[in-house]
């Protein structure tokens, strides 16, 4: 596999993504050196019989110019990996897919309307919205095998957990695809009632499968992008259940505990080869990235316990072969550090496990500081190997990545600006302690600079997705929750600098920095709300900063 986190090196000398900045001022950003992106080449035109059919139906101009007889010999699964080729790292080949040539019935399972059968959503709609599932979202969570699914779809009738999964793939192509946001709703309500009936069935045969869980993750995914976060924290529930159920988060034991299996009539099928369980960890670890981002919208713990997960960490290959080494545990993660296993998917896993421990550590010393605690938790200790292992992930996974190297991979860039989210997050905790035991202050400077440090990256690594050509603007708008807690933790930094200086200099670089990030955030499209809501009160701030400084130029001071 290819990609700038594949190999481990020392940052660029003086690249503002890996100079110091323990001072204030932002660090110049500076494209001169760097090289326009590859024109893109447009694909063969539709063949005629399809541009007739599709003229009338307002699609984005996009995914017009697709020769739709190479769908099926093109390969997803070869491209899940987010490193992109190194023939054309700027303009991967497109992933396109073609599903049958008519859809089968729909089966609804085990009910008293079993000889129900419905085609509910147009053949060519669902073609579309598949081929943009495949193309952009699922690079983001490349947990479905293009040929099993297409599998699937050719039996003579379509199982409810297969329908749940077409309809809730076509939910995400949907929200991802101009002219098509009036059927988004119709494709949810769908993947969600074949889900029910998964789970009514009274033998469990349709819930127990890998499919029905990938339509429950997607469905989850497609909820925590909008406003009900209650009705997406029960879907997450139910998933993360079916995947415990299922054994997902200990499928690679040494020695497997028979008292730790749940004990259900029905279980997952045996898999049938090795492509068959890197999908079901995939699955999982998905999972465990959401139940992240559910801790960070509802400040709630983390629903999967870390501590006694012993499924193996992504693979890079979608079919891993015998040949291939066996990718190590989230305990023994150090193991890839200068390897060429780990991707921008397994990196993400890494860094939700530090944020995790992070919480972790946070939580349990306001416990030890409560009136009601036992012994002392051991907060500086805990904080100091915390962050050994943050940094140590930090220079094996983006050490060596200049800003170039960066603009190649936007998911490394959403990474990057996620482990420094991290930092801000642990050396908060740092300040706070600090202070309440009234320690000396160069523990809160200390602290204070690295927050500083992390919150300037993260505005640098803002202002590098701004200059994303297209579709990698998209695919970094897909990192969704994973860029706009940056931002967030980035901009609480910088609102506590305006407060603590006095510098006019420094207040400017601040308000600077406060506004791309603000421009950033609006252009990220918060639709849930919750991320412009918890910085509106900075937002509010800025504006008067505007407003004063607009009276005070009318007034000639």
Sequence with gaps: MNGPLLEMGQGMRGDPMTSSTSGVDLPPLDFTDMQPPPQHVPPQPLIQSDVAYL????????F??????????????NNASMNFSSEDPMNPPPLLFDPPVALSPISSGNTSNSS????????????????AYFDIAHRAMPI????????????????????????????LGASLMDGYAHIKDKCYQLARKHFEICEREEDGANLMTIEALQACILITNYELRGKGFARAWMTLGRAIRLAQMMGLDRMDAAQPDANSALKFEQSLPPAQSQQDLEERRKAFWVLFIIDAYASLRSGSAVAIDESKVTTALPSPHNSPEANHPPMPTLEHARLLYGTNSVTSFTGLVLMVSLYRRCLSHTKRSLDSDSATAGPGYGFWEHHYEIDKDLQECKDALIGNMDAQALLNDEFALGLDMNLCAVDIFLHEAAVVKADKDGLPRTLVIESNNRCSEAAKRIVVGISLSQTLAQPRKTLFKQLGIFSMWPICMAMQVL???LSVTSDNAELGHAVGMLKVLATAMEDLEDMSGHWVSSISHIIRRLEDIDSTSMKTIEAGV
């Excluded at 003229?55 to 996009?62: C, H, K, T, V």
């Excluded at 129900?116 to 081929?131: A, C, D, F, G, M």
């Design 55 to 62: 003229d009338n139906m307002n699609i984005d101009e996009q």
């Design 64 to 77: 017009l110019q697709t020769d739709l007889d190479a769908w099926a010999n093109l390969d997803f699964d």
């Design 116 to 131: 129900v059968s419905e085609v509910e959503i147009p053949l060519q709609t669902l073609k579309i919205l598949h081929y």
């Design 144 to 171: 479905i095998s293009q040929d099993k699914f297409l599998s699937a779809l050719n039996k003579p009738v379509i199982a409810p957990h297969v329908a749940s999964l077409s309809y809730a793939m076509a939910t």
């Design 495 to 497: 609102n506590r600098q």
